[in-house]
C-alpha cells in the first residue's frame, strides 16, 4: 500500500517557477515508479513525468521537457516536480502518482494504482 500526499501548489505568473511535493508512505521493501500527472478543467489526464525509484531514470512529456524535473529523495520519502519557465497552458490539477512494473511499462502513463489527492497550479499571462 503507498499513500501520497501533494503540497506546494499555488499561483505564478508566466516565465515563474514552482516546486511541487509528493509526500510518499510505504513499506521499506517498496520500489515504485513515481510520476507527476495533470488534468486541466475539460481535459483529459495526461502524464508530465515520471521517475524510477533508484531516481537514475527519468521521462517527460515533450510540452515540459527542458522546463521541468522530478527528482526524488527516498531518505525523505518525498518526490519533487521542479516547474520553470511556467505557461499559462500548465494551469491544471497535478496529481502524484505510483506504480508497481519495470520502466518501460512506468513510462506508459498506465496503471498507476496510487493517487495522491491533487495540488493546484494557476499560471497566468
Known amino acids: 500500500q503507498i499513500q501520497l500526499t501533494e503540497s506546494g501548489g499555488g499561483s505564478a505568473q508566466a516565465g515563474g517557477s514552482l516546486t511541487l511535493s509528493c509526500s510518499v508512505s510505504?513499506?521499506?521493501?517498496?520500489?515504485?515508479?513515481m510520476a507527476w500527472f495533470r488534468q486541466a478543467p475539460g481535459k483529459e489526464r495526461e502524464g508530465v513525468a515520471v521517475?524510477?525509484?533508484?531516481?537514475?531514470?527519468?521521462y517527460y512529456r515533450d510540452s515540459v521537457k527542458g522546463r521541468f524535473n522530478i527528482s526524488r529523495d527516498n531518505a525523505k520519502g518525498t518526490v519533487y516536480l521542479q516547474m520553470n519557465s511556467l505557461k499559462p497552458e500548465d494551469t491544471a490539477m497535478y496529481y502524484c502518482?505510483?506504480?508497481?512494473?519495470?520502466?518501460?511499462?512506468?513510462?506508459?502513463?498506465?496503471?498507476?494504482?496510487?493517487w495522491g489527492q491533487g495540488t493546484q497550479v494557476s499560471v497566468s499571462s
Open positions: 502518482a505510483a506504480r508497481y512494473g519495470n520502466w518501460m511499462t512506468c513510462t506508459l502513463w498506465q496503471d498507476f494504482a496510487y
Open positions: 510505504t513499506d521499506t521493501s517498496s520500489r515504485p515508479c
Open positions: 521517475l524510477s525509484f533508484g531516481g537514475s531514470m527519468t
